[in-house]
Nanobody, 126 residues
Framework: VQLQACGGGLVQAGGSLRLSCAAS????????MAWFRQAPDKEREFVAA????????YYADSVKGRFTISRDNAKNTMYLQMNSLKPEDTAVYYCAAAKRTQILSQIRNPATYNDWGQGTQVTVSS
């Protein structure tokens, strides 16, 4: 699966952004796709995931209630709507497609994803 992420930018605290991730061929063999983020000098962190077949969603506690993940099957595209952004949301955001062997309990582990987009920078100013 080839993934192309876009939509990042600079926004003030409290603002919104929507990220997109175009996936050639859909979600891949794992059937789930996710957003991760990585801030400078920090490990890559799970943000949210979606199951391609039924749209079930999963969120990190830090973004629950502020971010919404979704997918458009017809367009093979995943989205991340980010509202009420905070400076601590500043990071490079990556989309990823899960490995065929991934089980639900592993969705927060980046090692269980085998296809990654190039990343898009999100900067939230205070």
């Amino acid at each position: 699966v080839q993934l192309q992420a876009c939509g990042g930018g600079l926004v003030q605290a409290g603002g919104s952004l929507r990220l997109s991730c175009a996936a050639s061929g859909g979600a891949g063999s794992g059937g789930r796709m996710a957003w991760f983020r990585q801030a400078p000098d920090k490990e890559r962190e799970f943000v949210a995931a979606v199951k391609w077949s039924d749209g079930n969603t999963y969120y990190a506690d830090s973004v629950k209630g502020r971010f919404t993940i979704s997918r458009d099957n017809a367009k093979n595209t995943m989205y991340l709507q980010m509202n009420s952004l905070k400076p601590e949301d500043t990071a490079v955001y990556y989309c990823a497609a899960a490995k065929r062997t991934q089980i639900l309990s592993q969705i927060r582990n980046p090692a269980t994803y085998n296809d990654w987009g190039q990343g898009t920078q999100v900067t939230v100013s205070s």
